[in-house]
């Protein structure tokens, strides 16, 4: 595929492939305000493999956004070490080896959706493309999204303003993508779709997918891996691998192993409340 | 998709219904304002006579027209520097607070300074600043395009501050992610995002440098709209007071139009929450 080939980033730039796209260790973030010490993530552990899909599940307040941030670069672990193919998460930010998605698609509404998708080649000394990288154009194409080239933010649904946002984090073909609760703001019809949508795209694209939900069934649907993290201080809990066949669409979810799946990650995220 | 479906009769009947139902309305919409200042000016007319009001009091709305069109020119004449003014006002007051804005949204600290100040300086009613400001800049235009400028600066500063402040959050954050500069978050992100509250700042502020305008002409001042209204009030010429007034106000009512057209084009792209 075109996206693929568009993935010349660090590793490859460095002769080497073996570096985990994300290795994490120990890492700890405390915020400090007037009034009290938060400790969002307490010694935090994990790798991902390149090409990889982990999916970050836990209650609100267990730290997930703030890992992700750890990971793009937008705030600096207390203590620990973060590792983003191999480099420092600054030099993956500079590098244009992160495409961040966030749950409010955080699109700009002056500007249409091939504008918006357009975004990463104007600002930050810009993503070049070559000539065989997907242009915004075809982007919203994979994204489902032709024809919508010229409308507005606001005169699109929910489900498509994430799609363009989703096109816009993968210009330049990022080997990393960062996906923090993108669909928890949708109903749920919307939400399966994308679902299956995202699951093709990791595959077409071959990008290394760290998804942040709340939600068990989107965890097991789209991850290799699920990372449990509890709250206060965020910590891991375990990292479950999920065996489900790799081109598997939702109908996944009626199977006897996955339920079985389902019901372990759900009988950990219980356990937290107790 | 080239087959149209037979169309169910009663479902166009209640089509045309709902059609000639919107129509009305839009006619209501044109007709309800002549009617209703129709009537005021009969209203109007109808006191002024029945009460045998003398003209010195108040003019009758006949007496105001046939000034309006007898006098023209010379209305015209003093509405030209009021016009010159107010532009200008209005121009050296949004710019300046569009600049100062900026600067403390850059610098924390520059706002901290001197916020208060500003505050202080604004709390001074018009009336009592324009006597100030004519004493220090003399008696020509320029303290009334002072008075303009101050009169503009205070709501669109606040509103421009606001504006670039108040930009998604997570927009913040993918500016970084994309490693943008300080320049191009400002570019592409704040100044874009400050543009609606820029623009209700500035349809406020077209009404009022009109009124910073005339309250300076009022002080010591022998042309433009406002000493225009002291000369009349004084030679209790009402009918030509009241045509002044109504130069007036249909200036400074074609300039919020104007910035009001101006919003729309430049906005047409924000969607409609923006407007
Ligand atoms: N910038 C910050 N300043 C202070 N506390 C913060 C900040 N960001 C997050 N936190 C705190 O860290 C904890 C984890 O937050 P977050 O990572 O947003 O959790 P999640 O995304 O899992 O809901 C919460 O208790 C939150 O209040
Ligand atoms: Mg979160």
């Known amino acids: 595929m075109t996206t693929a080939s568009a993935l010349s980033g660090i590793a490859a730039s460095r002769g080497d492939t073996t570096w985990p796209a994300i290795a994490c260790d120990d890492v700890t973030v405390r915020f400090i305000s007037e009034s009290r010490v938060v400790t969002a993530l307490e010694k935090v552990s994990f790798a991902v493999a390149p090409g990889g899909f982990l999916s970050l599940l836990g209650p609100s307040g267990c730290g997930k956004s703030t890992l992700l941030r750890v990971v793009a670069d937008l705030i600096q672990p207390s203590s620990g070490m973060m590792r983003v193919f191999g480099g420092t998460p600054e030099e993956a930010r500079t590098a244009r080896a992160l495409g961040f998605v966030f749950q409010d698609a955080a699109l700009l509404p002056w500007r249409n959706a091939i504008d918006n998708v357009s975004l990463p080649l104007e600002v930050g000394g810009g993503v070049k493309l070559g000539p065989n990288d997907p242009k915004p154009v075809d982007l919203l194409r994979l994204v489902g999204l032709s024809g919508w080239e010229k409308s507005y933010p606001h005169e699109l649904s929910g489900g498509m303003r994430q799609r363009v946002a989703i096109a816009r984090a993968l210009l330049g073909g990022p080997k990393l993508l960062l996906m923090d609760e993108p669909f928890g703001a949708l109903d749920e019809i919307t939400r399966d779709r994308l679902n299956e949508e995202l699951r093709r795209i990791w595959m077409e694209t071959g990008t290394t997918i760290l998804f942040v939900t709340h939600s068990v069934y989107e965890a097991a649907y789209l991850g290799e891996q699920v990372l449990v993290l509890s709250p206060n201080p965020g910590r891991v809990v375990e990292c479950v691998d999920i065996d489900l066949p790799r081109d598997r669409d939702l109908s996944v979810r009626d199977t006897s192993h996955f339920v079985q799946l389902a019901a372990h990650l759900r009988g950990m995220l219980g356990r937290m409340h107790a | ?275």
């Not at chain 2, 235009?141 to 205070?154: D, G, R, S, V, Y």
Request: charged share 15%.
């Open chain 2, 1 to 275: 998709m080239s087959i149209a479906a037979p169309l169910d009769p009663s479902l166009m009947a209640a089509e045309s219904a709902f059609r000639a139902e919107q129509r009305r309305k839009a006619l209501r919409r044109r007709i309800m304002p002549v009617i209703g200042i129709g009537s005021f000016l009969l209203l109007w007319a109808g006191l002024v006579y029945g009460l045998k009001v003398p003209p010195f009091v108040a003019p009758s709305p006949f007496a105001v027209a046939a000034t309006l069109w007898a006098k023209a020119p010379m209305l015209f004449e003093n509405l030209v520097p009021t016009m010159i003014e107010a532009f200008s006002g209005f121009m050296l007051g949004n710019l300046s607070a569009i600049l100062i804005a900026t600067a403390f949204v850059y610098k924390k600290s520059l706002e901290e300074a001197f916020f208060p100040v500003i505050v202080i300086i604004n709390t001074i009613p018009v009336v009592a600043k324009a006597p100030i400001l004519v004493l220090l800049l003399g008696n020509g235009m320029e303290p009334k395009i002072a008075i303009a400028a101050l009169i503009c600066f205070f709501p669109t500063l606040v509103n421009m501050v606001r504006g670039l402040q108040s930009v998604n959050p997570q927009a913040m954050e993918l500016m970084r992610v994309l490693s943008a500069s300080q320049r191009e978050i400002f570019f592409k992100l704040r100044l874009p995002n400050s543009l609606p509250y820029l623009f209700s700042a500035l349809k406020i502020a077209a009404s009022t440098a009109v009124i910073g305008a005339i309250v300076g002409e009022w002080i010591g001042s022998t042309v433009g709209i406002g000493a225009l209204i002291i000369q009349a009030t004084y030679a209790f010429d009402s009918a030509l007071l009241y045509a002044t007034v109504i130069v007036g106000s249909c200036f400074s009512v074609a300039f919020f139009l104007l910035i009001t057209l101006i919003e729309r084009l430049t906005l047409r792209r924000h969607g409609p929450a923006a407007q």
